[in-house]
């Protein structure tokens, strides 16, 4: 199972580098991808992230699983990337694993791939338009989509990729190895 997590200019850091690192600590594969031709990415808190791969190294055929993390820049940075939403929109129709946290699910939203579903997200960044149903809770899996609402929400929405490629004991050993035992 490879999933590829991807970095724009001004990407909330927590977001996306506490869900590499528990889906590292259960085992799955997870590559960081700019979506640029620079590897350097510098996310909303002005922490530059070395990412594994540039966007044109990506090849999303090789992926089950595809995740944007939010921040208001980084979101706006994220839906200028014409190849990576193609690449998404794809993904998602294909049935694969597609996830967003905080303000990234309205690129989603943007796309139509919400409607008809449970969604969270960033409330700020809901619309009406999307045509889903929204629900002000951490962590939303609705199908083969799973969103988080905000920072604050990193660890349910990582719990929740986690329950859908690994184990209740991997699961386990991932909170134990954080000391994280919430929900």
């Avoid at 590499?20 to 990415?41: F, N, P, Q």
């Avoid at 129709?93 to 690129?107: D, N, Q, R, Y």
């Amino acid at each position: 199972m490879k999933c590829a997590i991807f970095f724009a200019e001004g990407f909330e850091e927590c977001e996306g580098l506490i869900t590499v690192d528990m889906l590292r600590r259960g085992g799955v594969h997870i590559d960081t991808v700019s979506v640029s031709e620079d590897k350097a990415v510098r996310g909303s808190h002005g922490i530059t992230v070395l990412a594994d791969l540039a966007f044109s190294e990506f090849d999303p055929a090789g992926y089950e699983v595809l995740i944007l993390p939010g921040g208001r820049v980084g979101t706006q940075n994220l839906e200028k990337c014409t190849e990576l939403k193609d690449s998404l929109k794809k993904h998602f129709e294909s049935g694969k694993l597609t996830c967003a946290i905080c303000a990234a699910p309205s690129v989603y939203g943007h796309m139509g791939m919400l409607k008809g579903r449970h969604y969270t997200c960033f409330p700020t960044f809901d619309e009406a338009a999307f045509g889903g149903t929204y629900e002000a809770v951490p962590a939303v899996t609705d199908g083969n989509l799973i969103t988080g609402r905000g920072m604050g929400a990193t660890i349910e929405f990582s719990e929740e990729i986690l329950r859908q490629l690994t184990d209740e004991e991997t699961l386990k050993s991932v909170r134990n190895g954080m000391q994280y035992f919430g929900n």
